[in-house]
């Protein structure tokens, strides 16, 4: 079993940063891709970065690209995403999840999951 804890949400003017942070814990050695999606209220949980963990190919969405950076750091098991340049419609609940197969748009494909943290932009 995996354990994922994100970290690194709160409220930031439009045009601002944040990072996000997950911690991964348990098996880990087993994952194949670690991605962060996001849901806002009454939306679907959509995807907004992956990473494959071998080869730390990258994948982003196109509302994204340009703005956010996905990264991982296999020593402290922790994923990382920054965002920049952020808007209002970046406002969001975020996820990080983790999946033993390929990396997927689905979030219905991801086998582990965080709590969540709430981003606002103002």
């Known amino acids: 079993h995996v354990q994922l804890v994100e970290s690194g949400g709160g409220s930031v003017q439009a045009g601002g940063s944040l990072r996000l942070s997950c911690a991964a814990s348990?098996?880990?050695?087993?994952?194949?891709?670690m991605g962060w999606f996001r849901q806002a209220p009454r939306n679907e949980r959509d995807m907004v970065a992956q990473?494959?963990?071998?080869?730390?190919?990258?994948h982003y969405d196109d509302s994204v690209k340009g703005r956010f950076t996905i990264s991982q750091d296999h020593a402290k098991n922790t994923m990382y995403l920054q965002m920049n340049s952020l808007n209002p419609e970046d406002t969001s609940i975020y996820y990080c999840?983790?999946?033993?197969?390929?990396?997927?748009?689905?979030?219905?494909?991801?086998?582990?999951w965080g709590q969540g943290t709430q981003v606002t932009v103002s």
């Open positions: 999840a983790a999946r033993l197969g390929f990396c997927s748009s689905d979030w219905r494909d991801f086998n582990y």
């Open positions: 348990g098996d880990t050695d087993r994952n194949n891709c």
């Open positions: 990473i494959y963990l071998r080869n730390r190919e990258t």
